[in-house]
């Protein structure tokens, strides 16, 4: 076991909750590995590393080896975005004395999960003069929490008849930021119509207070919601699992174990005769949509940069660089679980500390949306990991009718590289407080090591 790998993982659960947070973090790493931004670079040779960002939500890294560029590159590829409550522009307000933020889920939640759980507030206020304020709010032991509140079990009468799916609407997610304390009741009618007077006078007044907390903590008004990035996720840091020790629970482990591995993995190693890589983009969670996601042009683009500095650029070496590339899309699978091992054929699943998971085909029942992975390219891994001694698993995420899931290996594919999905399994996907094996962490860095020494 790889004690130092493991409470590096832990740490970056614990300060990277976002993808503004994790790519902060995956730079930092970088340029202590010796990695530097592109842009202050005009020209690239081999042992050069470097990287470029996008919109502090993407990052790109890499390390150039000595080969020609057209013969593509090792790459491997993750997402940093994981599912979330998502604060709204318009997000504050007071419902009878007690003050809500409104939020709209990000990513495939079960909602019910949500309630009762301390959660805390992570993002950007990017207010009108230019300036942009940094919010963590819940984390520290001194600060306040969050929370969505639930019925108690005597009045659920109606709300345990209804589905996991329906009793909690995605508009009734909002979190408890404050209270004010109600009037006190009194049968006289002139007390009555005072405290009416009172009552116009004290309106929104919790919600006024919470407004005043903020603008004395970040400078913001209540209009900078308009144009702030605030994120709801569980609060606490992530804690070993079992008497053993041997899981670990944390927040946003999907994909975020595969991440951290794979940029570690490349800060470890020194490029051969190809340039190795590492990707981390955002979005996946939602179909990796926009400027920051791998459906963009984000990737490409930098490719672009980096043949441009390493001289004689084309779109033909660039096509050629990206067509004769390996990747691994470096993405969790859903763990065997025991107690719904119904779900599961259980030949072609993956378990808990068995190794980096190879997922051939990821897509839904008839392989809807998937990559399937070229066999010529798993074979030259089975050898290479069985040549370096690393443990794998070869699975699907679950029976074939049951449902299925995606990642970004498909929009990778498109550019005609071998692409295969490898990662650790994870159980309690998706949920607020995700599982993974110490064992499996490790497995998945030694295998993505030896992977970018492929040639």
Known sequence: MDEKLIEGYKAFLETGKTERECCERIIADAKAAGYKDIQECTSLKAGDKVYLRKFGKAVALFNVGTGNIEDGMNILGAHIDSPRLDVKQNPLYEKDFLVYLNTHYYGGIKKYQ???????????????????????????????????????????????????????????????????????????????????????????????????????????????FGSAELEVVPAGRPRDLGLDRSLILAYGQDDRSCAYSSAAALFAGTAGKRTTCCICVDKEEIGSVGATGMESHFFENAVAE??????????????????????????????????????????????????????????????????????????????????????????????????????????????????????????????????????DICQAYEAYRAFLTLE
Request: aromatic fraction near 8%.
């Open 114 to 224: 949500w309630l009762t759980l301390p959660l805390a507030l992570h993002g950007v206020v990017c207010r009108k003069d230019g300036t942009t304020v940094t919010v963590c709010l819940g984390e520290d032991e001194s600060d306040p929490v969050f929370v969505i509140s639930d019925i108690l079990p005597h009045l659920a009468q109606k709300q345990m008849k209804e589905s996991a799916a329906d009793f909690v609407s995605g508009e009734s997610l909002d979190l408890i930021m404050g209270s004010d304390i109600p009037p006190k009741k009194d049968d006289d009618e002139g007390a009555k119509d005072k405290e009416k007077d009172k009552k116009k006078d004290d309106r929104d007044k919790a919600k006024k207070a919470i407004l005043k907390i903020l603008k004395e903590k970040y400078g913001m008004d209540e209009a900078d």
């Open 306 to 439: 980096l043949v441009a500095r390493l001289g004689s650029y084309s779109e033909l070496t660039v096509r050629r660089c990206l067509n004769n590339s390996y990747m691994l899309s470096s993405d969790v699978n859903a763990a065997y679980d025991p107690q719904n091992g119904d779900l599961y054929d259980r030949d072609n699943a993956s378990f808990l500390g068995g190794g980096i998971v190879f997922n051939k085909y990821t897509g839904s029942r008839g392989k809807y949306s998937a990559s399937d992975a070229m066999p010529e390219f798993i074979a030259k891994l089975r050898g290479l990991l069985d040549g370096a001694g690393v443990r794998y698993q070869m699975a699907e995420l679950g029976k074939v009718d049951q449902g299925g899931g995606g990642t970004i290996a498909y929009l990778a594919a498109k550019y005609g590289m071998y692409v295969l999905d490898a990662g650790v399994a994870v159980l309690s996907m998706h949920a607020p407080w995700e599982i993974t094996s110490k064992e």
